[in-house]
T-cell receptor, first 113, second 113 residues
Framework: AQSVTQLDSQVPVFEEAPVELRCNYSSSVSVYLFWYVQYPNQGLQLLLKYLSGSTLVESINGFEAEFNKSQTSFHLRKPSVHISDTAEYFCAVRRGNNNDMRFGAGTRLTVKP | DTAVSQTPKYLVTQMGNDKSIKCEQNLGHDTMYWYKQDSKKFLKIMFSYNNKELIINETVPNRFSPKSPDKAHLNLHINSLELGDSAVYFC????????????FGEGSWLTVV
């Protein structure tokens, strides 16, 4: 079975500061990795995903994540955050032959002015 | 048009009642899910259906019964509601390929009083 650990439950940062949200996974087989974002009182939206190929993946709003197989990590980064980035961020993993998607516990990113 | 739509969005009901949450997707996906998000934002898969067939059934009380009349619909019926059932329930869908994104509905906020 696969599992996902998000190491920080809350990350407060000031506007325009860089941020890293950490995610580690465990699985004995190949996996697909995802980051979802949940804005207040809304559903989850896909931010970015890693399937194969380049280990660095980017989203349209400036986030990026790097798949590191040796460290079994998929940390999410943004060089300069905005107030509007305040949300809950979920790391998720699916195994290569499995329909099931497992989520981490979430990281609450709060961007302060 | 909403890709994954679920109704009702908000539901307040008394303990012991029976209630249903409906979900429909217009993405042509063959796999649908129900996830439960508790007050601490933790997301847990409850059920998954592929082509109307149950493929994932996590440890969920048998008061919860999913029903899939066709590939585009997956409804959740809950009998004898308990206080601990209060949560946000998310419907989601995807194609069968595990590398594909899971698309989520906006959520149904269930409060049992």
């Amino acid at each position: 079975a696969q599992s996902v650990t998000q190491l920080d439950s809350q990350v407060p940062v000031f506007e325009e500061a860089p941020v890293e949200l950490r995610c580690n996974y465990s699985s004995s087989v190949s996996v697909y990795l995802f980051w979802y974002v949940q804005y207040p009182n809304q559903g989850l939206q896909l931010l970015l995903k890693y399937l194969s190929g380049s280990t660095l993946v980017e989203s349209i709003n400036g986030f990026e994540a790097e798949f590191n197989k040796s460290q079994t990590s998929f940390h999410l980064r943004k060089p300069s955050v905005h107030i509007s980035d305040t949300a809950e961020y979920f790391c998720a993993v699916r195994r290569g032959n499995n329909n099931d998607m497992r989520f981490g516990a979430g990281t609450r990113l709060t961007v302060k002015p | 048009d909403t890709a994954v739509s679920q109704t009702p969005k908000y539901l307040v009901t008394q303990m012991g009642n029976d209630k249903s949450i409906k979900c429909e997707q217009n993405l042509g996906h063959d796999t649908m899910y129900w996830y439960k998000q508790d007050s601490k934002k933790f997301l847990k898969i409850m059920f998954s259906y592929n082509n109307k067939e149950l493929i994932i059934n996590e440890t969920v009380p048998n008061r919860f019964s999913p029903k899939s009349p066709d590939k585009a619909h997956l409804n959740l019926h809950i009998n004898s509601l308990e206080l601990g059932d209060s949560a946000v329930y998310f419907c989601a869908s995807s194609t069968g390929n595990s590398g594909n994104t899971i698309y989520f509905g906006e959520g149904s906020w269930l409060t049992v009083v």
